[in-house]
């Protein structure tokens, strides 16, 4: 089934286009987005309530949440409005399948906690110890981070590829017949072939999230509605880039 749908590659300018589209589709439905957002926020609240159970709850759900949105998004696409409704319907098309991603995201967290403790744990203890002192020699700080460079680049890579594997991952299993590693396989091959794409919505997403900061810092009274309205354009942005580079193809397969 792999082999009939498969990733395009994309222009770069198109990593702008992915951010506009997304822009749209959260002014067009814009009590959909908050009304959507509000309840997945106060999920993430109440699992944070729970000390162990609920970080694992959210982890474990969370693809499944966002799979929904991506039901959303097709709803706006086609013309309606999208609702809380749809936050629940990614539980109710693959599940399972939608779970197995979830425990391959606490299977990564725990990795990336693993090689961060058994590799640096002393070593970070130590650089915090000398950022917190005033006194502290700076060639001394200079040479924890110098020695901790490895492991923060290790940490980057597996973290971009856990990014990378679930970035079409929730769409390619809501909308196609994929299984999870087949899905996991072509969300990573859609990022890396179209790594141009993607370093620019980076760019124009990073400026955005600093603009963002800026603001928030200034009027610190709206800082909460500016991050739902990112938050909503960075989903409705990665629907955006699911259609384009997968569309084209995962249309032709009837999803299960």
């Known amino acids: 089934m792999a082999s009939l749908i498969q990733p395009r590659r994309v222009p770069a300018s198109h990593g702008a286009r992915w951010i506009v589209s997304g822009m749209h589709a959260v002014l067009h439905s ?4 908050f009304s959507t957002q509000i309840a997945w926020f106060a999920f993430l609240m109440l699992c944070s309530m729970l000390p162990m159970a609920g970080p694992v709850a959210f982890s474990l759900s969370l693809p499944a949440f966002f799979a929904g949105m991506m039901i959303g998004c097709r709803t706006i696409e086609e013309g309606r409005s999208l609702r809380i409704n749809h936050l629940f319907s990614g539980l109710k098309i693959q599940p399972k399948r939608l779970f197995q991603l979830g425990m391959v995201n606490i299977a990564g967290e725990t990795l990336l906690t693993l090689i961060l403790v058994l590799w640096g744990g002393q070593q970070v203890i130590a650089l915090e110890n000398l950022s917190m ?52 396989t072509l969300s990573s091959r859609g990022c890396l072939i179209n790594l141009p794409a993607f370093l620019l919505y980076t760019l124009i997403m990073g400026s955005l999230l600093f603009a963002v900061t800026l603001v928030a810092f200034a009027l610190p009274l709206i800082s909460g509605l500016l991050t739902l309205v990112i938050v909503a354009i960075i989903i409705a942005s990665v629907y955006a880039s699911y259609q384009d580079v997968f569309g084209a193809t995962a249309s032709s397969v009837s999803a299960p």
């Open 133 to 184: 002192d005033g006194a502290a020699n700076l060639e001394q700080l200079q040479a924890a981070i110098f020695s901790l460079t490895p492991l923060f680049v290790t940490l980057a890579l597996i973290q971009i590829a856990l990014l990378m594997m679930g970035w079409f991952a929730p769409a390619l299993l809501v909308f196609t017949p994929l299984s999870t590693a087949e899905a996991l």
């Open 30 to 33: 814009p009590i959909g987005w």
